[in-house]
């Protein structure tokens, strides 16, 4: 950037033949295997586009009425019941209603976030959680809309420590009901979706008492409203206005003594006779709950590819606009210069479009995982299997907060390069930005979940994995010397395959090519094994030296999400780099490869002082590849429309009458 | 950051005593001279503060006019005209006017820009560009706002571009009347506060004709409304729906030959005759049109000081409720953890407290200065004077960028602390978020503004400097000698200055220590003097190599603009070094050096990689700096709530019952 300090010359464009993008061809690439399924969500999205007018001008009630019956209407479609079983009216296929999820993101935002509500989190969680009865009282019902239900753990004072809720759900032997309570006002239920004003059903989650015993925290079916009327013993507050996705009823739920059958326990991993014993096939309950837990994952999933689709919405605004708005006279005296021209406008954007096509292809590598982890088997608790799912969650909590980060970041660029213009709220960064700011910290806040892929990453997912607060995995690990730590964590695994890709020689990474994948691939490998080995000598010296494991954390935690994020952008670029070796020579493949250097020598040079820290950049090759992200993004500048146009996003779905038009 | 490998030990605390602060009195450091005028603004917005909870009540219309009332109560107070001449019922001080202004920020942001249309664009441009006969007519009824006025200035087509504006004034000696005309729809008046639904008036911008010659932009008054009907051969659509900021009614107007007396054109600088003559003591048209645009300079402080402003209300709710939030348990089993006992919730939140409060003292120095330059004098176009004036607009520039882009980063840090409780409107995140975000791109785009501010440095305000646009500072540089660069510009004193504070010898900057002021600030000015120059021989040997001046600026823009920036962040270092050194020793200079500090090495953190890669920093040393900035964090948290509760924001400006009550 700064750094450049080389003369503006030519660059390096020797042999360098400008590609041509087929549009089309392009768009089918990224669309994947559920192309049909976008193209409906599309054309859903396009039939019903007056919602983003409606959501500015109806009252807030009517708002959420109409993106009510838009999810009804919707779903009569079969675009939001997917992932469900064919046998209630479903579509039985989990990767399809994932892409359904991320094209709705290309619309208001409401209408996706009530659709996760209702079929993601509420039916994801009867489906996960429930067993074959409760599947026959509620999932057609549901999936058709019929029923509204909403999926109520977060509460006032526990967001992302689940494990510590407050609510409590009591079994009666005598009358067979589990009877629950809110004990304080902090453990009231907070934020759910469609509780304010929709809901007839809730999935509570709630700490089990049998028998004067507790087994932590447990899901069961509460009814909440019946004819629209609030049930006796509940009690529910608007959450009022919000930042944005104000067409979603966000509300507060109290229980003062609501009894429910006991068969409303969602019974897959814990059982209750009607006698009072409660059973379980997982010993373990911490275990039991991030099992349970574990079956949730799909909600992160969704999100994360939401949010790289939204990001996708700002850019083909931003480059558009860029390509057509001209300001101030430079090359010619009489016509103002186009502002993607700039070099500043190609920096500004560019890198951010590199990095939304490598997102996109992580979450591709996402989607299909938990695809077939969830379609292969129905044993989530055995060995290999189990492995297996951890590592979907780890991958899923990464993707979730660089994807989601990521659209904050794109979104505020995109809107500050549209001027003014992009403050008016025709030209849709009011709605994207607000309604997006909380997908950071919702699902998971993004510096919580890249603890758990720390945790995961340093313990190997251990069987104790699931039992650790960060904290107990402090303590774990300072338990092993550091060499066992590396020996026995995924950081051995990734140092071996470091050793596979070197050329050889200390100097490999002074000599390689900036743009051979495998020198991109090898900088973020160590990086991330450096981050995380280091992480494990501090943690465990920290304890070595007596410091209480509170502390040691508190200290060691900006370099344990540091770690994390390293591992995820490796992660995405590994993703990419692969894509593209898949892909016939050709222009599409040019550019594609434009693309993912862009995206692996911006992130490298984002973090340029850690490597040059760390010994393993000099100064000269850093402003090498400052050098070279300009000369890309100058490459990159003649596509870049193309590059936006093949996202097909739906042209009712920019607005921007005045910007795109 | 994560570059720290060592153990987390117990730091550098050595001998290090824990301050104590007296709020008040550092309240009424930061406070300054004008805290009397602060306390009536406070007193003034808690009295009003129900309008916080309007802005999401009331229909768009009727917020609006609340707005408007409120305005004009304010007025009634002396609140808003201090800035204006008290033989007109101003209050004769423009540094009162200033920190008036600022402290509105901390209440609805609406109020405070319709305030800043009424006043400060409308007002300050009759003062400031109009004669005795335009105060008489206008000064005594827009200062009580029984007229309400607007700033024509930005069209559709041309926001940052002013010169290149379409509206045409063109005069007809027959009748001797202006009449002016909107050539296309891209010349319209476009996001012009004031203009949809309350203006009278407006101050336009046109290019003004005379006798079919044209004398570039020049600013009439013009009659929009009569009993709130708009005038004939005016048409005004209304903006619609923002982002934010809805309490204000932009509008877009177009002229269709409207005529308006001869008396109208505001003529301080440039006057028409009777019979069609234009007379003008600034021979140059284009340096009489950045003389008339300095004028405005007071809008840009306003705004930067607003921004800041708002960015300790953020602050202020955050670290309060992270001072109180628990969430995981940590160092007992009993109790969770404070949020603010995290590193991680430390590093994220108290880096940002400290730039406030370095920002906050680079505004003063900013604010005195323009209260000195137009108190002093009334002859900007002199010599001397002059050159100050361009310094004091490259300053304002400066400090308006950075300011405002550390409100938005700020505002977004806060509400992703605050969890999803930041997401709700009443803990005034979404306000805060949504009607500052223009700010980074009103009162000129924060890229454009920094252009300008390494303009300035880079041909020292030559005679020549406002003639330019950045393509003609690019044939300027390059028609220098490099040499002659450095030595006719800013960089040359920079220079001299760096050389006298240098501590001797090559190795300084490795041995100096990290906390002495004197090394931070020399470390600034060696990255200020390293860019400029840089930039300096870059555009040189570009067209030197025969490139299109066009194309060297694009190519060069980044490294302009972090010239720019690292220039403006060593104008605020040297800002808050310079307050703290007047300080009598004790408590209060303890916990301002450690700010002091934190904000200096944080800074230089942030661009380590620069440092390392221009040979001023070991890979040792750049960890040490992340060492420290952690250790500062750690001392500064227990006197994070005092800190912020000195900015003495308005209990009911803070509302977020649930978070800081």
């Excluded at 009901?177 to 004990?183: D, G, I, Q, R, S």
């Excluded at 019946?226 to 944005?244: C, H, P, S």
């Excluded at 107990?472 to 550091?482: D, E, H, S």
Aim: net charge negative; glycine share 10%; aromatic share 6%.
């Amino acid at each position: 950037m700064a750094t450049d300090t080389a003369a503006p010359d030519a660059g390096s464009t020797r042999g360098y033949v400008q590609p041509t993008i087929d549009v089309a061809a392009l768009r089918r690439l990224l669309d994947g295997r559920y192309a049909e399924v976008r193209d409906l969500v599309r054309s859903n999205l396009a039939e019903h586009a007056s919602v983003l007018e409606e959501a500015e001008t109806l009252s807030t009630d009517d708002y959420r009425d109409r993106v009510r019956d838009l999810v009804v209407t919707m779903a009569s479609t079969g675009q939001t019941g997917m992932g469900f079983p064919e046998a209630y009216g479903g579509g039985g296929d989990l990767g399809a209603s994932i892409a359904a999820f991320e094209t709705l993101a290309y619309g208001d935002l409401s209408v996706l976030v009530k659709v996760g509500v209702q079929f993601g989190l509420f039916g994801g969680a009867i489906l996960q959680l429930g067993t074959q009865r409760h599947h026959d009282q509620y999932l057609a019902d549901l999936i058709s809309g019929r029923v509204m239900g909403c999926f109520a753990m977060t509460e006032v004072g526990h967001g992302s420590n689940v494990q510590a809720l407050g609510t409590v759900a009591t079994y009666d032997p005598d009358r067979e009901e589990f009877v629950l309570t809110t004990p304080d006002p902090s453990a009231r239920k907070d934020w759910i979706g469609n509780a304010a004003r929709h809901a007839e059903l809730a999935v509570v989650f709630a700490q089990l008492e049998v028998g004067g015993e507790a087994h932590g925290v447990h899901a069961l079916v509460v009814p909440l409203r019946r004819d629209g009327e609030v049930l006796d013993g509940i009690t529910i507050e608007d959450d009022g206005l919000k930042m944005g996705l104000n067409g979603v009823d966000n509300g507060r739920i109290g229980f003062d003594h609501v009894r429910v059958p006991r068969e409303n326990l969602l019974d897959q991993f814990a059982q209750v006779t009607p006698d009072g014993r409660y059973e379980s096939p997982i010993e373990n309950a911490n275990r039991r709950f991030f099992t349970m837990l574990g079956t949730l994952v799909q909600g992160r999933v969704c999100v994360g590819g939401a949010g790289i689709n939204a990001a996708k919405v700002a850019l083909a605004i931003a480059i558009t606009y860029a390509d057509r708005r001209r300001q101030f006279n430079a090359t010619s005296e009489e016509q103002e210069e186009l502002l993607l021209d700039y070099g500043l406008h190609q920096r500004r954007l560019l890198p951010l479009l590199a990095r939304t096509y490598a997102l996109h292809f992580a979450q591709e590598v996402v989607a299909l995982e938990l695809h077939e982890v969830f379609t292969q088997t129905d044993a989530p608790e055995e060995g290999e299997n189990e492995h297996r799912r951890r590592e979907l969650e780890s991958l899923a909590a990464g993707t979730k907060a660089l994807g989601t980060w990521h659209a904050t970041r794109t979104i505020q660029e995109c809107r500050e390069a549209c001027g003014g213009q992009g403050y008016r709220a025709v030209n849709r960064f009011a709605a994207l930005k607000a309604d997006t700011d909380v997908f950071t910290t919702f699902e998971g806040d993004n510096h919580v979940l890249l603890q758990l892929v720390a945790k995961g990453l340093l313990t190997d997912y251990a069987g104790e994995f699931e039992e650790m607060d960060q904290f107990g995995m402090v303590r774990f690990v300072a338990g092993l010397a550091v060499d066992t730590v590396i020996e026995r964590t995924s950081v051995h695994k990734l140092l071996e395959r470091v050793r596979d890709v070197l050329p050889g020689g200390d100097e490999w990474d002074q000599e390689a090519g900036l743009l051979d994948p495998d020198y991109q691939r090898m900088m973020l490998r160590f990086r991330e094994e450096h981050m995380l080995s280091g992480v494990a000598r501090r943690l465990k010296r920290g304890i070595d030296g007596g410091m209480d494991p509170g502390e040691v954390f508190s200290r060691v935690q900006d370099h344990v999400i540091a770690a994390a994020g390293a591992h995820v952008e490796r992660q995405v670029l590994d993703a990419f780099v692969d894509k593209v070796a898949t892909l016939e020579d050709g222009d599409a493949k040019v550019a594609l490869n434009l693309l993912c250097d862009l995206f692996a020598l911006s992130t490298i040079e984002a973090d340029r002082a850690w490597f040059m820290e760390h010994g393993r950049m000099s100064a000269q090759r850093s402003k090498a590849i400052s050098r070279e992200v300009n000369d890309l993004c100058r490459k990159l500048r003649p596509l870049a429309r193309d590059l936006v146009d093949a996202f097909g996003v739906p042209p009712e779905m920019l607005r921007s009458p005045e910007l795109v038009g």
